[in-house]
């Protein structure tokens, strides 16, 4: 049973960094395709980072790149979020995909992932 929660939100000035985390229940990730996701109030949830199966690329969205890193051990993924702008202010989720293999890559439509964690807040003020 795979059951995610992300941490690490809160309330910080443009500028600051954050250092979201998802975990599940402490097992492992390995054969996971790990995603975030954001949602921000009455938009779509869009896609913000992915993490390929085993070492393999990290994907991420033009909005995000070269701001945020995402990155994963065995049991937790996190994103590492930099200079931060009002307009990522969100809901932050994590999802996960099973998948094992070298064909494993990152995803970015929410279609594509099987399990959600709640969610964390991030408000970045202005």
């Known amino acids: 049973q795979v059951h995610l929660v992300e941490s690490g939100g809160g309330l910080v000035q443009a500028g600051d960094s954050l250092r979201l985390s998802c975990t599940n229940s402490?097992?492992?990730?390995?054969?996971?395709?790990m995603g975030w996701f954001r949602q921000a109030p009455g938009k779509e949830r869009e896609f913000v980072a992915a993490s390929s199966w085993h070492g393999g690329p990290a994907y991420y969205a033009d909005s995000v790149k070269d701001r945020f890193t995402i990155s994963r051990n065995q049991t937790s993924v996190s994103l590492q979020m930099n200079s931060l702008k009002a307009e990522d202010t969100a809901v932050y989720l994590c999802?996960?995909?099973?998948?094992?293999?070298?064909?494993?890559?990152?995803?970015?439509?929410?279609?594509?992932?099987?399990?959600w964690g709640q969610g964390t807040q991030v408000t970045v003020s202005s």
């Open positions: 402490g097992r492992a990730f390995s054969s996971y395709v």
């Open positions: 999802a996960s995909h099973y998948c094992s293999g070298s064909g494993c890559y990152g995803r970015r439509q929410t279609y594509d992932y099987d399990f």
